[in-house]
């Protein structure tokens, strides 16, 4: 046999950022809101671009193909600067609002010179509104230029609800727009198809709500806090200065640095997002949920919410309406689901199910009525449950507590499941409907759910077992995303529990990534809230874009082998305070390490002669199979976990892993495309399929080694269990229908495996060893192997001839 050595697919380059909850595109009108009175605004300060005279000096910015960016586009800074900020945003949506006051602060801290912003129109199909001040601030730029634009762009979100005509004209005029021009203009929508074109870039661009920045190309969706934009921006300058000091012109920094950028962005994800026409029957079990109306009702309507959602509550009217109209025949199912930017929403959810458990589903109906109307904090929650007759000191001692988390998390995990990630979302006797939707959507949804359950009635199905009936063969949820990581050695390092411990997570990381920096907390409480059941341990992924990224990830090797885990995470901590290219110098990483007592003289020679770069290798090569290309990221025993997530996400998934095993299934593993049909061939009699050439046996296989087995190569340091355990899981993927090959690349230490796809060709009886000839023998053409141990390691194999 060939002399096995790892073998793996090149790695694919991308961040991963993560979403937060924003206006999302899919709902239509919500009910209409009472204007509020206009709230005036100071004057702004001119805006930075440069006069017309000097201008004509500057070379002129090229606008770049990845998100072009042109002067057809309203501006503020310099547009020479070196980092430019693209949004897309809606004058209605109040995530967009609350992100301008975001970037009026980072326009503050960076300047005009080093920072523009550009904005680009995205007015959601459900904001009743928001076209029309999206055309009208279109026709004051068109007339008025960037300094009107800005007046009236501020004036919009000050006055968020009072998007009228009157307002947009008087705005307008406000703004320095002569009012009669204005006027004319926007009634004959002059500008609207700069409107439509902005639309289809945002699409073009993987906008999919507003707010939507691109940092350089670089999307960070939603209304995020400051330091996520800090951490992307200081990236991009210090990108921008390599670029400078390579010679690439200012005016080239923005196209080069932006097609780079959306070069490396992620892949669309395997899950799509919802479509509002979703005829798909789901799986929304109540649960032992708070239900509202008739038990026996004929339809069933699931209402995922947030109590401090504005949506949610915009909606709420159109549901108590629907409840009054259709009476006996409708009943109302609540779900939790508590967006992590609203930082009251769970207390609240807590106050509701305390109610519950104090008084029973009707308290809980009577909270959720007094919740939705004004403000969460303690002072109000205190105040709600004395009105609703609670023990109030009881009541207290729940919300801090978190006493009824559990519940809460179990309607996240299903809303997860159904992609119902959102708020509100509603499931009607299973049929998907998306936000805060006019009452005629939801009418049109549950009249033919009516006609549904009549059909089941007059078969024979009981009134109350309809929607049993109709969730028996209902969708489910989309599975936890998987990834079969192989267990880490004892030359990977760790903290936490011991190695062995019932979870292990491990973390793909970079020592230049802000986000992996961020996490480390997380991580540390993770594991003080599971003592001696979860161990942390990394893994090199060192970006290409993170020049000094390598350097740092041999460093920390080096410290590992001197000084063992303590001397790694302390080595580690301190590349992570400054992780400037300053900070990760080689003569910033020799004074960590003589600050934490590492032998110098050793450090350098490592550093010197790249002693470590084939474990930092083999490391991201491992990633490369396992379909990582963006850090952080984890393998939570096998479930994964993509960037610096909140310490809810990672209990559900350590929840998870510590419960009964739930073995993965080729639909559920991170970055594999399930093939349409190519299960593996079942078994069949010897006879039934005989071999082209009686005298050749022929086989695909797959091997994996370990430390001691023959021919493994130094770098393979998984203990002898480790590596069955791993071609374990191989046989199980195979089994449950995963393509051969696949497999091949992804477990196999054979080299050149990949290429031939495990290919063995034909051979004669005797050319290969005893065990591995006996295990072909037993099985018949077209079907698998148990796992088979010869000297060379662990083999699963699938007979051809």
């Given at each position: ?166 307002s947009l004209e008087a705005w307008a005029a406000e703004a320095g727009v002569d009012r009669a021009a204005f006027r004319a203009s926007f009634a004959g929508q002059q500008h609207a198809p700069k409107i439509d074109k902005d639309l289809q870039a945002g699409k073009a661009a993987g906008v999919t709500g507003t707010p939507a920045s691109l940092i350089n190309g670089v999307l960070v969706s939603g209304a995020h806090p400051i330091d996520r934009f800090r951490d992307v921006i200081d990236e991009q300058l210090r990108a921008a200065e390599e670029l400078r000091r390579s010679g690439v012109p200012r005016e080239r ?549």
């Amino acid at each position: 046999m060939p002399a096995p050595a790892p073998l793996f697919r090149p790695s694919i380059l991308l961040f991963l950022w993560i979403w937060l909850a924003a206006c999302a595109p899919s709902a239509t009108t919500p009910p209409a809101v009472e204007p509020a009175k206009t709230v005036e605004l100071p004057p702004p300060p001119a805006p930075a671009a440069a006069p017309a005279a000097v201008r004509v000096a500057e070379p002129e910015p090229d606008p770049g193909t990845a998100v072009p960016v042109t002067r057809a586009d309203p501006w503020w800074g310099d547009p020479l600067a070196p980092v430019t900020v693209v949004v897309w945003g809606d004058y209605e949506c109040p995530f967009t609002s609350r992100h301008m006051a975001t970037l009026e602060q980072l326009k503050q801290a960076y300047g005009p010179d080093r920072l523009r912003v550009v904005w680009k129109h995205n007015p959601l199909p459900f904001h009743r509104n928001a076209r029309p001040a999206h055309l009208a601030a279109e026709t004051v730029f068109r007339l008025g230029g960037t300094e009107a634009f800005w007046r009236f762009h501020g004036l919009a979100f000050a006055n968020q609800r009072a998007l009228t005509p009157e307002s947009l004209e008087a705005w307008a005029a406000e703004a320095g727009v002569d009012r009669a021009a204005f006027r004319a203009s926007f009634a004959g929508q002059q500008h609207a198809p700069k409107i439509d074109k902005d639309l289809q870039a945002g699409k073009a661009a993987g906008v999919t709500g507003t707010p939507a920045s691109l940092i350089n190309g670089v999307l960070v969706s939603g209304a995020h806090p400051i330091d996520r934009f800090r951490d992307v921006i200081d990236e991009q300058l210090r990108a921008a200065e390599e670029l400078r000091r390579s010679g690439v012109p200012r005016e080239r920094l923005y196209a080069a640095l932006s097609a780079q950028n959306r070069a490396r962005a992620p892949a669309p994800a395997r899950s799509s997002t919802p479509t509002e026409d979703d005829p798909t029957d789901w799986k929304v079990p109540v649960d032992g949920s708070p239900t509202r109306g008739n038990p026996s009702a004929p339809v069933t309507l699931v209402m995922f919410s947030d109590l401090e959602c504005p949506f949610c509550r915009k909606v709420a009217p159109t549901i108590d309406a629907l409840e009054k109209k259709y009476g006996q025949q409708l009943r109302l199912v609540f779900k939790h689901n508590p967006l992590p930017f609203h930082r009251r929403a769970e207390p609240a959810a807590e106050l509701a199910l305390e109610a519950s458990a104090q008084k029973g589903d009707a308290a809980f109906w009577q909270a959720y009525e007094l919740l939705r109307q004004g403000t969460l904090e303690d002072a109000d929650l205190a105040a709600h449950a004395k009105t609703l007759g609670l023990d109030v000191p009881r009541a207290q001692k729940a919300i801090a507590a978190r006493r009824h988390a559990a519940r809460i998390e179990r309607d996240q995990r299903l809303a997860e499941a159904l992609n119902a990630q959102g708020t509100p979302h509603f499931f009607i006797n299973g049929r998907r409907l998306l936000g805060a939707q006019p009452a005629e959507k939801f009418e049109a949804l549950i009249d033919e759910q009516l006609a549904r359950a009549a059909k089941l009635v007059a078969a024979g199905t009981p009134p109350a077992k309809v929607y049993d009936a109709l969730q028996k063969d209902a969708k489910a949820g989309a599975p936890l995303e998987r990834v079969l990581a192989p267990a880490p050695t004892r030359d990977n390092p760790g903290k936490g529990a011991k190695p062995g411990a019932k979870v292990t997570i491990q973390m793909f990381a970079d020592f230049q990534c802000p986000f992996c920096k961020r996490v480390q907390p997380t991580l540390d409480e993770i594991i003080a809230a599971y003592p001696g059941k979860v161990r942390v341990v990394f893994r090199h992924l060192p970006l290409p874009f993170h020049k000094q990224a390598p350097l740092a990830a041999e460093a920390s090797i080096e410290a590992f082998r001197q000084k063992g885990d303590a001397g790694f995470w302390a080595m580690a901590q301190r590349l992570w305070e400054d992780q400037s290219e300053t900070g990760l110098s080689r003569e910033a990483i020799e004074r960590h390490a003589a600050a934490i007592g590492l032998d110098a003289t050793k450090l350098r020679a490592a550093l010197d002669s790249g002693a470590h770069r084939a474990a930092v290798e083999a490391d991201s090569k491992l990633a490369a199979s396992l379909h990582i290309t963006g850090t952080p990221a984890f393998a939570i025993n096998d479930y994964f976990l993509s960037g610096a997530q909140a310490t809810a996400r990672f209990k559900r998934l350590v929840d998870k892993a510590l419960g009964p095993p739930d073995p993965p299934t080729m639909e559920s593993l991170h970055g594999v495309k399930p093939p349409a049909a190519h299960p593996a061939a079942p078994p069949q009699p010897a006879a039934a399929q005989p071999p082209a050439n009686p005298g050749l046996m022929g086989a695909r296989h797959l091997l994996v080694m370990y430390a001691g087995s023959r021919r493994a190569p130094s770098h393979v340091t998984r203990s002898r269990d480790e590596a069955r355990a791993l071609a374990e899981q191989a046989l199980k993927a195979a089994q449950q229908g995963a393509r051969f090959e696949d497999l091949v690349a992804r477990y196999s230490d054979e080299p050149g495996a990949t290429a031939r796809g495990g290919d063995l060709g034909k051979f004669p009886k005797g050319a290969m060893v005893r065990e591995f000839e006996q295990a072909l023998e037993s099985v018949a053409v077209g079907a698998l192997s148990g796992v088979v141990e010869t000297p060379f390691g662990f083999h699963v194999i699938l007979r051809t001839q």
